[in-house]
T-cell receptor, first 114, second 116 residues
Framework: GENVEQHPSTLSVQEGDSAVIKCTYS??????FPWYKQELGKRPQLIID?????GEKKDQRIAVTLNKTAKHFSLHITETQPEDSAVYFC?????????????FGTGTRLTVIP | GAVVSQHPSWVICKSGTSVKIECRSL??????MFWYRQFPKQSLMLMAT?????????EQGVEKDKFLINHASLTLSTLTVTSAHPEDSSFYIC????????????FGSGTRLTVV
């Protein structure tokens, strides 16, 4: 099955700096890679996703890059704000086959220091 | 659109009792729903895939007789934790796909189960 690894497990940045979280996956058939933000006791919220036919996607301060050859994808948050503090999870999925559940990374606790 | 409602949001039960958690897709039909379990400060671990009208597919290590899943309609899946024990205390979250292409997973609000 799919194995998603995520680094770092914790990340502290100064407000205004950038934050980068990296994930690797093992299943070359995975073709959908969402990123979720989860606050304590709340549901994961999709913040951005990328499909395997795209190498990069950007939405305001958030961007995701995908390297299919190396099987890794990264989340980039620029101009971080205190409200960006949360746990972030990457995930991978084979969206077009029967085995299309999400496999999650281990999470990154991001702390933005004012 | 694409709202998933999960109830209850929290529940406390005694050891040995059973607890049912409901997951509803409010504005779309979900042929497939997923149940996850999340321990404090850990990731979401898939427990089972719930398919409307058929038996759920359980992940390795998840006891199907303990975690009963029923997906009787295109908008409702239930997870029943039977004979609950303190080690079953966890955050349970459901998810549903809002389109058949496999993209667009929507999560329920989660259920905090505490077994005393």
């Amino acid at each position: 099955g799919e194995n998603v690894e995520q680094h770092p497990s914790t990340l502290s940045v100064q407000e205004g700096d950038s934050a980068v979280i990296k994930c690797t996956y093992s299943d070359s058939a995975s073709n959908y890679f969402p990123w979720y933000k989860q606050e304590l006791g709340k549901r994961p919220q999709l913040i951005i996703d990328i499909r395997s036919n795209v190498g990069e996607k950007k939405d305001q301060r958030i961007a995701v890059t995908l390297n299919k050859t190396a099987k890794h994808f990264s989340l980039h948050i620029t101009e971080t704000q205190p409200e960006d503090s949360a746990v972030y999870f990457c995930a991978a999925s084979r969206s077009r086959t029967g085995a299309n559940n999400l496999f999650f990374g281990t999470g990154t606790r991001l702390t933005v220091i004012p | 659109g694409a709202v998933v409602s999960q109830h209850p949001s929290w529940v406390i039960c005694k050891s040995g009792t059973s607890v049912k958690i409901e997951c509803r897709s409010l504005d779309f039909q979900a042929t497939t729903m997923f149940w996850y379990r999340q321990f404090p400060k850990q990731s979401l671990m898939l427990m089972a895939t719930s398919n409307e009208g058929s038996k759920a597919t359980y992940e390795q290590g998840v006891e199907k007789d303990k975690f009963l899943i029923n997906h009787a309609s295109l908008t409702l899946s239930t997870l029943t934790v039977t004979s609950a024990h303190p080690e079953d205390s966890s955050f349970y979250i459901c998810s549903a796909r809002r389109d058949t292409r496999g993209y667009g997973y929507t999560f329920g609000s989660g259920t905090r189960l505490t077994v005393v």
